[in-house]
């Protein structure tokens, strides 16, 4: 029985963690001039604006930021811990606990967005993909992360160190979030 409880947990955690990063996708697409041809945005758009054109009625964006994506991301962690949380412990779980935790994944989600990002556009660029149609988006998902640092930090021996900063300072931004989310101001039960 508990292989099947075991199952069902990963396959809601997998369901909607995928959505929620394919919203991190398009509020970061959306940041910048994007390519509307681009097949992976028109993918993107295509599954995304049927829950998030309704809410952007009542919710608009704040400048380039794309609030109700965010808040629907949001609401999509909270019921995704919610139904995991009362997996676990087989009672509804609601309380501030579950909003905190939602908060801590999002977050974490968001981060792994970029480090996993990062990796990815750093390996296209050494394959010579840089004209494909995923690297122009993982340009425009990174681009806010490495080009701050680039500005700081010049080319050692004509190598572009600025990856592998940003992705330790996600790591350490990530470690450093949860942990005082999930030990200080979260209380254990």
Known sequence: M???VDGFQLLVKLVFEIFV?????RVAVQWHRFNATNPIIQFIAKITNPLINPVQKIIPKIGQLDVAALLIAYLLVFIKVTILLSLTSGTLFLNLQTLLYAVVDFVD?????????IIIYVILGWINQRGSALYEVLVMIVDPVLNPLRGMVPPVGGFDISPIIALIG????SVIFSSAMLYYLIPMV
């Open 109 to 117: 989600q968001l981060i792994n967005l970029f480090f996993f990002s």
């Open 170 to 173: 996600l790591k350490l931004i």
């Open 2 to 4: 508990q292989a099947l």
């Open 21 to 25: 990063l394919v919203i991190f996708i």
